[in-house]
C-alpha cells in the first residue's frame, strides 16, 4: 500500500537492501541519485579480445548468417525477457573467445518479430548455429555456456574443434 505522501513501504525496503549490498551508508538519500547517474558504479571493462555481438535484423539476416562463409551463432531473444538477459553475458565470452572462426548475432525479436516466425521461435530465448546457411543445432531455454559449447563441439569443423575446450 503506498502511504499518503506517495512513499511505498515496499520499493524502501527493496531499495535499503540493495544499498545494504552494494555497501552504502545511507541508503535511502544515497540510492536515488545512483540510479539517475549515468555510472552508479565501477562498471567491469570487456577484455580485450571480446567483441560485440552483430545485431541482426530482417534487413541483413540473410547477408550476415545465410550466405556467411563462417559459421553463425544467432540468439533470438528480447531485451525485456529475464532468461534473455541471463544469456547475453555467456553469448558475449563465446563471441570474444572464437573472433576467428565464428561470427555471433543476436535478433532482438521485437524489432524482427517475422525471423523468429520464420525459424519456429516458441521459447526465449533459443539460440540456433548456422553453417552453409543451414541449421545445425538448437538450443532451446536458459543455459549457460559449457551447455551451448557442448552443444556446438560435434558440429563443428575440424579446426574449430581444437579450439573449443572440454569443460
Same mark, same amino acid.
Not at 18 to 36: D, H, Q, V
Given at each position: 500500500?503506498? %502511504?499518503? /505522501?506517495?512513499?511505498?513501504?515496499?520499493?524502501? =525496503?527493496?531499495?535499503?537492501? !540493495?544499498? $545494504?549490498?552494494?555497501?552504502?551508508? #545511507?541508503?535511502?538519500?544515497?540510492?536515488?541519485?545512483?540510479?539517475?547517474?549515468?555510472?552508479?558504479?565501477?562498471?567491469?571493462?570487456?577484455?580485450?579480445?571480446?567483441?560485440?555481438?552483430?545485431?541482426?535484423? %530482417?534487413? /541483413?539476416?540473410?547477408?550476415?548468417?545465410?550466405? =556467411?562463409?563462417?559459421?553463425? !551463432?544467432? $540468439?533470438?531473444?528480447?531485451?525485456? #525477457?529475464?532468461?534473455?538477459?541471463?544469456?547475453?553475458?555467456?553469448?558475449?565470452?563465446?563471441?570474444?573467445?572464437?573472433?576467428?572462426?565464428?561470427?555471433?548475432?543476436?535478433?532482438?525479436?521485437?524489432?524482427?518479430?517475422?525471423?523468429?516466425?520464420?525459424?519456429?521461435?516458441?521459447?526465449?530465448?533459443?539460440? !540456433?548455429?548456422?553453417?552453409?546457411?543451414?541449421?545445425?543445432?538448437?538450443?532451446?531455454?536458459?543455459?549457460?555456456?559449457?551447455?551451448?559449447?557442448?552443444?556446438?563441439?560435434?558440429?563443428?569443423?575440424?579446426?574449430?574443434?581444437?579450439?573449443?575446450?572440454?569443460?
Amino acid at each position: 500500500m503506498v %502511504e499518503p /505522501n506517495g512513499d511505498c513501504p515496499t520499493c524502501e =525496503s527493496y531499495e535499503r537492501r !540493495l544499498a $545494504e549490498l552494494i555497501g552504502l551508508s #545511507n541508503p535511502l538519500n544515497a540510492t536515488r541519485p545512483l540510479l539517475n547517474s549515468a555510472e552508479p558504479f565501477d562498471l567491469k571493462e570487456y577484455p580485450a579480445n571480446m567483441k560485440p555481438t552483430l545485431e541482426l535484423t %530482417e534487413a /541483413n539476416f540473410e547477408t550476415e548468417v545465410v550466405k =556467411s562463409s563462417q559459421p553463425v !551463432l544467432v $540468439e533470438f531473444a528480447t531485451g525485456w #525477457n529475464l532468461p534473455s538477459m541471463m544469456l547475453e553475458g555467456a553469448i558475449d565470452e563465446i563471441a570474444g573467445e572464437f573472433v576467428d572462426c565464428l561470427k555471433v548475432g543476436m535478433v532482438e525479436l521485437d524489432s524482427s518479430p517475422n525471423l523468429g516466425l520464420w525459424y519456429g521461435v516458441r521459447c526465449l530465448p533459443t539460440v !540456433l548455429y548456422f553453417s552453409g546457411g543451414e541449421v545445425r543445432v538448437g538450443i532451446f531455454g536458459t543455459t549457460n555456456k559449457e551447455a551451448i559449447l557442448s552443444q556446438l563441439r560435434p558440429v563443428m569443423n575440424s579446426n574449430t574443434i581444437g579450439q573449443i575446450s572440454n569443460p
